[in-house]
């Protein structure tokens, strides 16, 4: 079972940015897709960005345009490019499968205030 690490994340003003990361602790290339999910409280978990093992990106509404999806399978690492951040994008921000294991990490706190 392959365990997941998210980290990358912070406070940010509006408008700001944020890198997220995901490493694997095994290979993720054979992963048909990826994705990073996010939750807001009070809120459902929802996926934003997937990105599949050929390099096919896909977005929520909500953050197209705004996040960068991608994948270093060498590295065993997703990546998810935040720039400009509003507030409704804080979230505890995730990475799974897609569709989602039932293995969850921690996540990582994204948080857009001024």
């Known amino acids: 079972q392959v365990q997941l690490v998210e980290s990358g994340g912070g406070l940010v003003q509006p408008g700001g940015s944020l890198r997220l990361s995901c490493v694997a602790s095994g290979s993720i290339s054979s992963i048909n897709a990826m994705g990073w999910y996010r939750q807001a409280p009070g809120k459902q978990r929802d996926v934003v960005a997937v990105i599949t093992k050929g390099g096919s990106t896909n977005y929520a509404d909500s953050v197209k345009g705004r996040f960068t999806i991608s994948r270093d399978n060498a590295k065993n690492t997703v990546y998810l490019q935040m720039n400009s951040l509003k507030p409704e994008d804080t979230a505890v921000y995730y990475c799974?499968?897609?569709?989602?294991?039932?293995?969850w990490g921690q996540g990582t706190q994204v948080t857009v205030s001024s």
């Open positions: 799974n499968k897609v569709p989602p294991s039932r293995d």
